[in-house]
C-alpha cells in the first residue's frame, strides 16, 4: 500500500524506528512501515528458518543489515535440576516477555532448547547490532522474581550479521550460535560478535568447528570403550573407559588429538562433555542390564569443563536419564583443574562423591603432579601416565618414578592404575610393584559399544582379550 506523505518519518522519528530497543509503545511500534511482524515465539529450526530467509528477502530489497543474535541461557539447566521444569518453564515465559518488551513487533523472537534467537533489520554497521546485544544481556542480568525466589541468570550472547548477497539463513544462524559458543568460552555472561572473529574464521577450521557442533546437536558422535583388567590371576575386566571419536562426513575419521583442540578452542566442549555423559551411562546401563559387565565406566573431562557451573547438573541428568548407579560413572579430569581453581575443583569433587561417583586423575605425574595436590583434591584413583609405562621394565628412571607414585598412592589408600601397557613384561613388573590395575592394548583395543557387546558375549570372553599386542 503506498505510505502518504504525511507518514514518511522525519529523522528524529526515523532514528527511533532505527533502534530495536525503543521505547515506544506496542501501538506505535505496529504502524512502522517493514514486513508483517513475527510471532512471539519459533519453536523449531524449520520454523526460524523460514521466517529468518523472509527477513533476509526484505533485507536485500530496502537495504538494511539482517542481524541475528543467539542468547544461550548458561545456567537455565542448573536452575531445572535444582528448582525443578515447573520453575524453570514458568522462569522462559518471564524471559520470553522481557526480552519481547525491549523488541519492536517487527523483531523474530524464537526459542529453542535453552537459546533464543533474535533477528532485526538494522541500518548497516555494526554499533546498532552491538548496542542491542548489550542491551538484552543488561535486560537478562535482572533478577527474576517466581512467587517466593528471586532468580538471576548469567547468558552468553552471540551475534552474526548478513553482509552480503550470498549470505544464507541457515549460515546466519550456524554463525550466530557459534558467537554465542565463543562468548560462553570466555566464561559467560559475555557478548562475541562473529564479525569481531579473525579472518580464518573462513578457514577450514572454523568450518569444521561449525560441523563437530552440528554432529553434538544430531547425535552423530561415537564412542569406543577400552577395557581396564585386573594385573592379577585371570585379568578380568575391572572397569571401561569412554573414548570419543569423530567420523566426519567430508573429512572421515578424525582423531581425539585434532577435534578436541577445535572443540575446546570454539567453546564446544562442555556440549561435548554432555554428550558423552549421557551416551556412556546409556551404553553401561545396556552392559549391566544385559548381565554381561558390571564395571564403572570412565569419561574424560577437561579443566573447563569440570570446573563450569552446570557440569555437576549435567552428570546428574545423565545419571537420572540413564538410571545407571553413581558407582559406576567414574570421571577422570586433569589436574590442570586444580591450577584454575583448587577450591571449586575440591568441591566439584566432594558433590560427585556424594552422588556416589568416582574421581580420578589422569595422567598423573606428567604435569604439575605432587603429593599436596592429591591431598587437597579427594580423588579416589590416579592413572600412571603411559609415557612413564612405555620404558618398563628395562628403564632405572622410570621404575624409580612408577615406585614413587605408587608408594605414595598406597600411603594415601588411593587406587592406582597404569596407563599404555602393551607388553607382557610391564604387566609382570607392575604386579611386582603392587599395582593392581592397568589399561592398554596388550589387554583390548577400544572397540565400539556393539562389538564390545559380542565380545563380551563369548564364553569365556578373558581369554580373548588379553596379549593382544603379542599376537
Given at each position: ?58 533485507c536485500r530489497r530496502h537495504q538494511r543489515q539482517l542481524t541475528v543474535l543467539c542468547i544461550g541461557l548458561d545456567d537455565l539447566r542448573q536452575i531445572t535440576d535444582e528448582h525443578g521444569r515447573d520453575i524453570a518453564g514458568r522462569l522462559r515465559q518471564r524471559i520470553t516477555k522481557r526480552l519481547r518488551g525491549n523488541l ?109 557442533r552440528r554432529a553434538i546437536e544430531d547425535g552423530q558422535l561415537e564412542v569406543h570403550y577400552q577395557l581396564q583388567f585386573e594385573l592379577a590371576g585371570s585379568h578380568r575386566p575391572s572397569g571401561l573407559e569412554a573414548l570419543l571419536r569423530w567420523r566426519d562426513g567430508e573429512a572421515g575419521l578424525i582423531p581425539p588429538e585434532r577435534f578436541l583442540p577445535l572443540a575446546a578452542d570454539h567453546g564446544l566442549m562442555p556440549a561435548l562433555s554432555r554428550w ?196
Amino acid at each position: 500500500m503506498p505510505t502518504s506523505p504525511k507518514a514518511v518519518p522525519g529523522p528524529a522519528e526515523q532514528q527511533a524506528a532505527d533502534r530495536p530497543w525503543s521505547a515506544t509503545s506496542g501501538e506505535e511500534r505496529r504502524r512502522k512501515p517493514g514486513f508483517p511482524a513475527m510471532p512471539v515465539d519459533c519453536v523449531d529450526s524449520d520454523q526460524l528458518l523460514c521466517n529468518l530467509r523472509r527477513m533476509l528477502e526484505h533485507c536485500r530489497r530496502h537495504q538494511r543489515q539482517l542481524t541475528v543474535l543467539c542468547i544461550g541461557l548458561d545456567d537455565l539447566r542448573q536452575i531445572t535440576d535444582e528448582h525443578g521444569r515447573d520453575i524453570a518453564g514458568r522462569l522462559r515465559q518471564r524471559i520470553t516477555k522481557r526480552l519481547r518488551g525491549n523488541l519492536r513487533a517487527t523483531d523474530l523472537l524464537a526459542r529453542l532448547d535453552d537459546c533464543f534467537v533474535v533477528a532485526s533489520a538494522l541500518p548497516e554497521g555494526r554499533a546498532l547490532p552491538h548496542l542491542l546485544g548489550e542491551r538484552l544481556l543488561e535486560q537478562l542480568g535482572r533478577p527474576f522474581e517466581l512467587t517466593e525466589r528471586c532468580m538471576a541468570l548469567k547468558a552468553s550472547l552471540g551475534i552474526a550479521l548478513h553482509t552480503d548477497a550470498d549470505t544464507s539463513a541457515e549460515r546466519l544462524l550456524e554463525d550466530a550460535i557459534q558467537a554465542m559458543y565463543q562468548a560462553r568460552a570466555k566464561g559467560g555472561q559475555a557478548l562475541h560478535a562473529d564479525h569481531d572473529a579473525p579472518p580464518e574464521r573462513q578457514e577450514p577450521g572454523y568450518r569444521m568447528a561449525a560441523r563437530l557442533r552440528r554432529a553434538i546437536e544430531d547425535g552423530q558422535l561415537e564412542v569406543h570403550y577400552q577395557l581396564q583388567f585386573e594385573l592379577a590371576g585371570s585379568h578380568r575386566p575391572s572397569g571401561l573407559e569412554a573414548l570419543l571419536r569423530w567420523r566426519d562426513g567430508e573429512a572421515g575419521l578424525i582423531p581425539p588429538e585434532r577435534f578436541l583442540p577445535l572443540a575446546a578452542d570454539h567453546g564446544l566442549m562442555p556440549a561435548l562433555s554432555r554428550w558423552l555423559a549421557q551416551r556412556a551411562c546409556r551404553d553401561n546401563r545396556a552392559l549391566i542390564d544385559a548381565g554381561l559387565l558390571d564395571v564403572p565406566v570412565a569419561i574424560n573431562v577437561c579443566a573447563d569443563t569440570f570446573l563450569h557451573d552446570d557440569f555437576l547438573a549435567s552428570i546428574r541428568q545423565a545419571l537420572a536419564e540413564s538410571g545407571l548407579p553413581g558407582e559406576r560413572l567414574e570421571v577422570e579430569i586433569v589436574e590442570s583443574a586444580a591450577l584454575y581453581d583448587l577450591e571449586k575443583a575440591a568441591r566439584h569433587i566432594r558433590e560427585l562423591k556424594r552422588l556416589r561417583v568416582k574421581v580420578s586423575m589422569d595422567d598423573f605425574g606428567s604435569g604439575y603432579s605432587s603429593p599436596a595436590l592429591l591431598k587437597r583434591l579427594p580423588v579416589d584413583r590416579i592413572k600412571i601416565d603411559r609415557s612413564f609405562i612405555a620404558p618398563l621394565p628395562e628403564s632405572p628412571v622410570d621404575q624409580a618414578i612408577v615406585r614413587g607414585i605408587l608408594n605414595i598412592a598406597a600411603s594415601t589408600g588411593i587406587q592406582v592404575v597404569a596407563e599404555g601397557i602393551e607388553r607382557f613384561a610391564q604387566v609382570e613388573y607392575l604386579r611386582r610393584q603392587g599395582c593392581r590395575f592397568g589399561q592398554g592394548f596388550w589387554y583390548a583395543s577400544p572397540l565400539p559399544h556393539a562389538e564390545l557387546l559380542a565380545r563380551l558375549a563369548q564364553p569365556a570372553f578373558t581369554t580373548t582379550f588379553g596379549a593382544e599386542a603379542d599376537r
